[in-house]
């Protein structure tokens, strides 16, 4: 399977408050998915739950190139989805890292 050389990969982990899971997959579904998927550069968008933690995520984005998602952090729309996201989770996102992929 081949996507884009060099794409670039965000991956955060997401920690809900107890009772709040169906909240937040309603937000990622309505709100989250259908901004950051129409922004120039976004690729696609992965959201794991913890088999050992019913209330963590880990969350995969995946954009064309890091300069797209650079913008997009920088984007009001992006800055409202984040402080949404703060009545949901139990703290801030927990940013594991950014990574480029490599071919081999």
């Known amino acids: 399977m081949y996507f884009h050389k060099d794409m ?26 259908p901004q950051m998927c129409a922004w120039p550069g976004a690729v696609f ?7 050992n933690d019913p209330n963590s995520f880990l969350v995969i984005n995946a954009w064309a190139r890091k ?12 800055v409202k989805l984040r402080n949404k996201a703060k009545t949901i989770l139990a703290g801030p996102l927990e940013k594991i890292g950014d990574f480029t992929e490599v071919h081999i």
Do not use: C, I, M
């Not at 920690?15 to 909240?23: A, I, N, T, V």
């Not at 968008?45 to 088999?51: E, F």
């Not at 300069?67 to 992006?78: C, G, M, N, S, T």
């Open 8 to 33: 670039h990969f965000t991956v955060s982990r997401a920690r809900l408050q107890p009772g709040k899971d169906k909240e937040y997959l309603d937000f990622r579904h309505n709100e989250v998915l």
């Open 67 to 78: 300069e797209d998602v650079d913008k997009w952090r920088a984007d009001a729309a992006e």
């Open 45 to 51: 968008a992965l959201l794991l739950r913890d088999d």
